[in-house]
């Protein structure tokens, strides 16, 4: 493979790992909507949750997943069921995924506003990712996340972005679509995410089949999705200490 000259790389499970935050954050949530008495968490939610956390596709699941643990949903159901289910249960107590969401959102917003070393504690960036960033002259996020969010976080750790090169939640657009907008700028885009449908998405799209697609083996990913990369013929399983060394060295 041609080096790249554009690093694409998703956020969250790809550059940082937000587990810690996202839990806090989905239980605030999950309170306000169904837990008025805001009871404690115990341990093995929590827990359970950190398993869980890649059937998450976009931030308002995250609460309606603390939900089903809380209804007592086993995790095999949740992990073979979870889209539908996660709308099941939306439509039950009639809800849908932009007001949870909007919650989501304003209760991490009221988080940064009134502590935010606290906010930023939560956080934890994988081993090596921002000297990566650091040395890479080309480099763009794509992300479901906010992109303040993530500039917040990137700042926090020396890293300036410019507006050109982070593509947030706002942006409301899927990832593909960015993708191809960027392609004509650039001669080869190598694309780092930790979502295998993602990937299979980019895949679909022939006008991008020039562009090199790595699975992020240490991401928000399942056995089953590593396996599936691994033995695909256009996806490349990508671990972290390969992602630190130089590209030639990441096939």
């Given amino acids: 493979m041609r080096s790249p000259s554009l690093l694409a790389l998703d956020f ?4 940082c790992d937000g587990l810690f ?3 806090q954050t989905a239980w605030r949530a999950y309170c306000q909507l169904w837990n008025p008495d805001k009871t404690p968490p ?14 998450v596709e976009t931030g308002w699941e995250m609460p309606v997943l603390i939900h089903a643990l809380e ?20 439509h039950h107590h009639r809800l849908n995924p932009k007001e949870v969401g909007a919650i989501v959102d304003r209760i991490r917003d009221q988080w940064i506003a009134q502590d935010l070393p606290s906010w930023l504690s939560e956080h934890r960036f994988y081993p090596g ?13 794509i992300s479901t996340k906010e992109a303040r969010f993530i500039r917040q976080l990137l700042q926090e750790q020396g890293v300036e972005i410019q507006d ?22 650039y001669g080869t885009i ?14 679909k799209h022939p006008e991008l089949t020039d562009v090199e697609l790595f699975l992020a083996d240490w991401g928000y990913n399942l056995l089953r999705d590593r396996d599936i990369a691994q033995q695909s013929d ?10 630190q060394r130089s590209f030639d060295l990441w096939s």
Avoid: C
């Fill in 164 to 185: 050109d090169r982070l593509f947030g939640k706002e942006k409301q657009r899927p990832k593909y679509e960015i993708l191809r907008q960027l392609k004509p700028h």
């Fill in 42 to 55: 115990t341990e093995e939610v929590a827990q359970t949750f950190y398993r869980l956390r890649p059937v």
């Fill in 12 to 15: 969250d499970g790809v550059i």
């Fill in 190 to 203: 190598w694309f780092i995410e930790d979502r295998l449908k993602t990937l299979q998405m980019i895949e």
């Fill in 129 to 141: 990712v921002i000297d990566r960033l650091k040395a890479t002259e080309n480099f763009v996020i």
């Fill in 234 to 243: 256009r996806l490349h399983l990508l671990s972290l200490d390969q992602f």
């Fill in 71 to 90: 209804s007592g949903f086993s995790e095999a159901v949740i992990l073979q069921e979870w889209p539908n289910l996660a709308l099941e249960l939306l």
């Fill in 21 to 23: 935050e996202y839990f």
